[in-house]
């Protein structure tokens, strides 16, 4: 999956990371890897308080999957990407910190919910770990201003197709700004999580 999500564009160089919770353990790929690229011998395996087990050394930002990890019991897997337009977003200044994607179709609302936007830090940052904390669990994903977006999934391909549909929806925002637009009304997003059930 994540060499689709290359060579789809959603990641260029060396930007972006994965990883999967898998019992006591979290395998994520390795600092400075291409996701078009991985070789899984190099995947890292560390614990789930961060401590290097095997494969190369983790991705910079794993104080901020494992605080997801800590917060979020139903998160398998969580995606960081640049991707273009979700990034693009993250630096607009005119946009809702608690609700930075708003519910603009159904499928962002099903596959994504409500994201936050927190405040900037240095990639890498043990600072990200603590922002994510402090959310207590309530987000499955945020816009790191300036950087880019982290979703979560119960598994890696929940998580993927969450990070597109954000993307896409993103997207969607940027080209309709300055346009009147209908979101969906509060009565559709209660609609929809009863049936399809709440991220
Ligand atoms: O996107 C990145 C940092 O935010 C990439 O960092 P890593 O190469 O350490 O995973
Ligand atoms: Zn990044």
């Known amino acids: 999956m994540s060499q689709s999500l290359y060579e789809r564009g959603f990641s260029v160089g060396s930007a972006g990371n ?3 919770a898998v019992d006591d353990v979290i395998l994520m790929t390795p600092t400075n890897s ?3 690229f991985l070789d899984p011998v190099k995947i890292s395996k560390v614990t789930r308080d961060g401590r290097h087990l095997s494969g ?6 794993i104080f901020l999957h494992k605080a997801f990890y800590e ?3 139903q998160a398998g897997a969580v995606v960081h990407l640049h991707s273009t337009y979700a990034t693009a977003l993250s630096c607009v200044t005119d946009i809702d910190p608690d609700d930075c994607i708003p519910p603009l179709t159904p499928y962002v609302v099903m596959r994504v919910g409500q994201v936050k936007l927190l405040e900037y830090v240095r990639p ?3 600072k990200a ?8 669990g309530h987000y499955a994903a945020v816009l790191l201003a ?9 598994d890696i391909s929940s998580a993927v197709y969450a ?7 993103a997207k969607l925002l940027l080209m309709l700004r300055g346009l009147p637009k209908r979101m969906l009304s509060d009565e559709n997003v209660v609609e929809l999580k009863s049936v399809f059930g709440a991220y």
């Open 18 to 20: 994965i990883s999967a």
């Open 34 to 36: 291409c996701l078009g």
């Open 56 to 61: 190369d050394q983790p991705s910079k930002e």
């Open 71 to 73: 917060t979020r019991p």
């Open 124 to 126: 890498g940052d043990e």
């Open 129 to 136: 770990g603590d922002l994510i904390r402090a959310l207590g």
């Open 146 to 154: 300036n950087h880019g977006p982290v979703v979560t999934g119960k």
């Open 163 to 169: 990070a597109e549909e954000l993307e896409e929806t």
